[in-house]
């Protein structure tokens, strides 16, 4: 009898000791997960915005026609040659503008792949990553001016998900500037973004680009 009471006394000490070991791991990994994922938008607004500069006015358009989003790699090097600058590609060669861009699409998307989509009329408007075409070999940039109503986008939050890993908002909003002599005023919503970085250094690439709502 004295022996049964001693095994059972060891198994319940056992099962006490698996139960309390198992809450203290379930409970560290509550907290992991909570350190990792934490709003650091103040620190890193200026440097994110600064690496998204290009793809935000790729981002503005695609919202502002209300055309379709998709992140492949005409859409990458889309907004690289816009980072690299409109009006430095406008004309030019497919050879040179790619020499150029590639090392953009490197050191932001961690991708080499330069890919432009050949002029048809019938695309020019309907899909976001013709904005920049080729024709004869030269590349062309289709965007003109907005007029009074035009799109214009911001870093609202960044959330860091792991120890280089962030979550950036990028959302776009109409503005009217209509008003005279008075500043654009902000109207509805239009698109919002959730760009996915790896922190490299002291610098950022874009790994993912995903919208998760669309207005008109």
Same mark, same amino acid.
């Given at each position: 009898?004295?022996?049964?009471?001693?095994?059972?006394?060891?198994?319940?000490?056992?099962?006490?000791?698996?139960?309390?070991?198992?809450?203290?791991?379930?409970?560290?990994?509550?907290?992991?997960?909570?350190?990792?994922?934490?709003?650091?938008?103040?620190?890193?607004?200026?440097?994110?915005? %600064?690496?998204?500069?290009?793809?935000?006015?790729?981002?503005?358009?695609?919202?502002?026609?209300?055309?379709?989003?998709?992140?492949?790699?005409?859409?990458?090097?889309?907004?690289?040659?816009?980072?690299?600058?409109?009006?430095?590609?406008?004309?030019?060669?497919?050879?040179?503008?790619?020499?150029?861009?590639?090392?953009?699409?490197?050191?932001?998307?961690?991708?080499?792949?330069?890919?432009?989509?050949?002029?048809?009329?019938?695309?020019?408007?309907?899909?976001?990553?013709?904005?920049?075409?080729?024709?004869?070999?030269?590349?062309? $940039?289709?965007?003109?001016?907005?007029?009074?109503?035009?799109?214009?986008?911001?870093?609202?939050?960044?959330?860091?998900?792991?120890?280089?890993?962030?979550?950036?908002?990028?959302?776009? %909003?109409? $503005?009217?500037?209509? $008003?005279?002599?008075?500043?654009?005023?902000?109207? %509805?919503?239009?698109?919002?973004?959730?760009?996915?970085?790896?922190?490299?250094? %002291?610098?950022?690439?874009?790994?993912?680009?995903?919208?998760?709502?669309?207005?008109?």
């Amino acid at each position: 009898m004295k022996k049964l009471n001693t095994t059972l006394k060891r198994r319940n000490f056992i099962t006490f000791l698996t139960v309390f070991l198992v809450s203290i791991y379930v409970c560290t990994a509550a907290v992991s997960v909570s350190a990792a994922s934490r709003n650091v938008t103040k620190k890193y607004k200026k440097t994110v915005t %600064n690496t998204l500069s290009g793809v935000g006015t790729y981002l503005e358009i695609t919202s502002g026609t209300g055309l379709d989003f998709k992140y492949d790699a005409y859409a990458k090097t889309t907004m690289a040659c816009l980072k690299y600058g409109q009006s430095r590609i406008d004309g030019k060669t497919e050879k040179s503008v790619k020499k150029a861009v590639v090392p953009v699409l490197k050191r932001y998307f961690g991708t080499s792949t330069f890919k432009v989509r050949k002029y048809r009329q019938s695309e020019a408007h309907r899909i976001a990553s013709s904005y920049i075409c080729k024709k004869g070999g030269r590349l062309m $940039y289709l965007r003109g001016d907005w007029g009074l109503l035009y799109p214009s986008g911001r870093v609202t939050k960044i959330i860091q998900t792991g120890s280089r890993k962030f979550v950036a908002t990028f959302t776009v %909003n109409w $503005y009217d500037r209509s $008003y005279l002599n008075r500043p654009a005023k902000k109207k %509805n919503c239009i698109g919002i973004y959730k760009i996915y970085l790896q922190k490299k250094g %002291n610098h950022f690439t874009i790994t993912n680009i995903k919208r998760t709502y669309q207005g008109y």
